[in-house]
């Protein structure tokens, strides 16, 4: 199966949870699941924004920080500056936390409501250069469709 094909497959699947649930955080945490195990990724997750700083969500893989500042590594910049980062090597991304070293390659999605952001995805690999312009594109398909209109019960 290609990536392409998986991500459809995907789509699908995150599309009939988030028909049939209200709740941010639950929905949250079976998106994190279905990314996870159709993609095969080293850990996926996400962070809620809580005053100045993101605090960890729900989330499948090793265990992770718990709060990144405002700013502050590849998930805290992505906040700030309201766009996807995609990270071919974090050892090379100015300021990376290193919440394991076994990550390699990292992006991180924004979820929005009303033009602030209340949450990100983060996807980390244990090998470089893992994600690229078709994960860009299916990630903020799934976040933009189905995360940010349930944006109000992340808080």
């Given at each position: 199966?290609?990536?392409?094909?998986?991500?459809?497959t995907?789509?699908?699947?995150?599309?009939?949870?988030?028909?049939?649930e209200?709740?941010?955080?639950?929905?949250?945490?079976?998106?994190?699941?279905?990314?996870?195990?159709?993609m095969?990724?080293?850990?996926?997750?996400?962070?809620?924004?809580?005053?100045?700083?993101?605090?960890?969500?729900?989330?499948?893989?090793?265990?992770?920080?718990?709060?990144?500042?405002?700013?502050?590594?590849?998930?805290?910049?992505?906040?700030?500056e309201?766009?996807?980062?995609?990270?071919?090597?974090?050892?090379?991304?100015?300021?990376?936390?290193?919440?394991?070293?076994?990550?390699?390659?990292?992006?991180?999605?924004?979820?929005?409501?009303?033009?602030?952001?209340v949450?990100?995805?983060?996807?980390?690999?244990?090998?470089?250069?893992?994600?690229?312009?078709?994960?860009?594109?299916?990630?903020?398909?799934?976040?933009?469709?189905y995360?940010?209109?349930?944006?109000?019960?992340?808080?």
């Amino acid at each position: 199966m290609t990536k392409e094909e998986k991500y459809e497959t995907l789509l699908a699947q995150v599309k009939a949870f988030a028909d049939a649930e209200n709740d941010g955080i639950a929905l949250m945490a079976n998106v994190a699941a279905i990314i996870h195990e159709t993609m095969d990724f080293w850990w996926t997750g996400f962070y809620r924004v809580v005053g100045q700083e993101l605090v960890l969500g729900p989330f499948q893989g090793p265990v992770a920080c718990t709060r990144i500042a405002f700013g502050r590594g590849v998930c805290g910049t992505s906040w700030k500056e309201k766009r996807t980062i995609v990270v071919d090597d974090v050892e090379q991304f100015k300021g990376h936390i290193a919440c394991s070293s076994a990550s390699k390659s990292e992006i991180v999605v924004p979820i929005f409501s009303n033009d602030e952001v209340v949450a990100v995805l983060d996807i980390d690999s244990e090998k470089l250069a893992t994600f690229d312009d078709t994960d860009k594109k299916y990630l903020e398909k799934i976040t933009t469709l189905y995360l940010s209109p349930k944006s109000t019960f992340l808080r």
